[in-house]
């Protein structure tokens, strides 16, 4: 090769060198211009590159291909390189010249593999960055990911401006009926637009990523909060763009952290710290919105120590129960009487609302519920032997049973150990609001008629009442909330009418009908009116020990008080 040839080579050469050396100032123009001078020189009229994201891509010939250079006469294909990295992306590279020029002598050949060579480990590199940064903050189904914001929140650290900043975590509501009633492909959809409407409504004051299914995760600017939570009690999403009329109101639950002096933050990770458990408390109160701030530190001490003391008070049987007479309003006889859960600690008694919402937000309540079924078939048992006329008794099941799928099996499996017919037995439990829990509450009502126990819908009107939930599952006793019981301030006003309502249902239904809360005569002539025969409620009795209740089991203990 002639020296001015040799000269002309290296120069190109360091070009391409520095070039590809210093990917920071890389220039595609600089670069693509170095290629051609050295196609030039080396007679070289065509080169191509192809990607292909896997081995397949390649069988059939889907890849990326880019042709940089080309003059036409690209007739003899020279050299042709694949290189396979064990990410499985494909990168091939071919160059052509004219069967009219001069063929490359041995020493031109090796000088061109040589550059290629280089070239194309150049552009793999490249190539596998971009995929490598795909990788890593997008997650399979391309919304940013945890990653993402991590490195988003270390920006912001670094620059000690996390102060001006909040983090909201989100999951959707509802959103599994989504996917059930119009699809997974509409529910996918549905995600992106609401997830490209808070990008959108965010743009650079901070980012949302996605931690997977319908969880979403924000770090905002304090200044766009309000408008966030507006956003998220509900917003209108078309998701077919040819029919206006097809949309959805899509609204998401909320826990959120702002960063301060009081709560700092030292690394990215420990948003999430903050921001899962203010979610968990939102949705264990049944709210849109919990807020981790001092007033959640402090709750969330004092739960930690009813969930410790509850262990050690379950193992010294620290619980016990408490019964509640239900009594006929035609005869002053008990004719049932209700559990109540009490507990005795450090020479105090507890009341059930100081620790049974704790409790309800894990599984603790369980064990609570199934202790007190025991205690109280022990009690029916005891009864029944000293030969007293025992009335049927309820216990109250947190829903949390629910998704138990032996819970039929171990209540009955309790019942029969401590040898008690089943019909003194009845279960207590709330309405749901949920469909699951609808269905799951359906199967465990069913269950329990088959078994011959008796099944109550209590606190009926406090909340949700739907009179679908009644009417499609097997009740006993429907029991009507004690809100919906007027006063006897209400009752000069007039305000029966709902309450006459639910009693009617109730009896067209042919549902036994409990009042409680029951704390007037002029309450007690209400029912009668309303034909709702029976009463629980602190005119007749507030829950007492047992031993106080076994002496109202006979006779007519309350026959003063119903005339
Ligand atoms: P609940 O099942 O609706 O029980 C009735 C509550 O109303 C009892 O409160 C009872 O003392 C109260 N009450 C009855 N009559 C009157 C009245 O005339 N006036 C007023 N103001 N209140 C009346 P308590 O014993 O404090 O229990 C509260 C709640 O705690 C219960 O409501 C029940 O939801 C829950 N609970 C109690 N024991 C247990 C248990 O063993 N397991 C579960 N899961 N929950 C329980
Ligand atoms: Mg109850
Ligand atoms: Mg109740």
Redo the contacts with the bound molecule.
């Keep these: 090769m002639e020296w001015e040839k040799q000269q002309k080579y290296y120069e190109i050469m360091e070009k391409i060198t520095d070039t590809t050396c210093n990917p920071d100032y890389f220039s595609r123009d600089e670069f693509i211009a170095s290629l051609n001078e050295f196609c030039d020189l080396f007679r070289i009229a065509k080169g191509e590159t192809a990607f292909y994201l896997n081995a397949h891509s390649e069988q059939i010939g889907q890849g990326e291909i880019m042709i940089d250079r080309d003059n036409g006469h690209g007739d003899i294909e020279i050299l042709h390189r694949r290189i396979a990295p064990k990410t499985g992306v494909i990168m091939v590279g071919k160059l052509y010249m004219s069967k009219d020029d001069e063929p490359l002598t041995e020493e031109e050949f090796a000088k061109v593999d040589l550059v290629y060579r280089i070239v194309m480990s150049f552009i793999a590199r490249n190539r596998l960055q971009k995929k490598l940064y795909q990788f890593a903050f997008f997650d399979e189904d391309n919304y940013p990911n945890r990653r993402a914001f991590n490195r988003y929140i270390a920006e912001s650290l670094m620059k000690n401006e996390q102060y001006n900043y909040t983090a909201i975590c989100i999951n959707l509501r509802h959103f599994s009926l989504i996917n059930q009633d119009l699809g997974r492909f509409i529910g996918d959809k549905v995600l992106r637009i609401y997830f490209k409407l808070l990008e959108d409504e965010i743009g650079e004051n901070g980012i949302v990523c996605r931690l997977g299914g319908d969880n979403f995760v924000l770090f905002i600017k304090n200044e766009l909060t309000d408008r966030f939570l507006n956003l998220f009690s509900g917003v209108q999403i078309n998701y077919d763009d040819n029919d206006p009329e097809k949309h959805i109101s899509l609204s998401a639950r909320a826990g959120v952290f702002k960063v301060s002096e009081k709560f700092p933050l030292d690394t990215p990770g420990q948003i999430m710290d903050k921001v899962f458990p203010a979610i968990q408390m939102a949705k264990q109160r049944g709210v849109n919105v919990a807020y981790y701030d001092e007033e959640f530190d402090s709750a969330k001490d004092h739960i930690q120590k009813v969930r410790q003391r509850f262990v050690e008070g379950m193992e010294k049987s620290e619980f016990r129960?408490?019964y509640?007479p239900k009594v006929d309003i035609t005869t002053g006889k008990v004719v049932g009487a209700?559990?109540?859960?009490?507990w005795f600690r450090d020479d105090r008694m507890v009341?059930?609302?100081e620790f049974?919402p704790i409790l309800?937000m894990n599984k603790d309540?369980c064990r609570?519920?199934f202790h007190?079924l025991k205690v109280v078939c022990s009690d029916i048992r005891e009864w029944l032997d000293e030969g007293l006329s025992v009335p049927r008794i309820s216990?109250?099941?947190?829903r949390k049973h629910l998704s138990d799928t032996d819970l039929l099996d171990r209540i009955i499996g309790i019942i029969d150990k401590y040898n008690v017919p089943h019909e003194y037995i009845e279960i207590?439990l709330?309405e749901t609001t949920t469909d699951v829990e609808f269905k799951e509450l359906s199967y465990v009502v069913s269950g329990l008629r088959n078994a011959g126990i008796h099944s109550s819908v209590?606190?009926f009107g406090n909340g949700f009442s739907s009179l679908n939930l009644i009417r499609s599952v097997p009740w006993d006793v429907l029991?009507i909330?004690?809100s919906l019981l007027p006063t006897d301030d209400e009752h000069s006003i007039g305000v029966t009418s709902l309450y006459e309502h639910v009693v009617s249902i109730a009896r067209d239904m042919g549902i036994q009908c409990i009042s409680?809360?029951?704390?007037t005569k002029k309450q007690v002539d209400l029912l009668r009116k309303n034909n709702c025969l029976i009463a629980?409620?602190?005119?007749f009795a507030?829950?007492m020990p047992k031993e106080e209740f076994v002496k109202l089991l006979d006779g007519t203990p309350f026959i003063n008080k119903i005339n």
């Design positions: 129960a408490f509640q209700e559990a109540l859960c009490r009341m059930p609302m049974i309800e309540i609570l519920d007190m216990v109250n099941l947190s207590e709330t209590d606190d029991k909330d004690r409680e809360g029951v704390e629980q409620g602190f005119y507030k829950p």
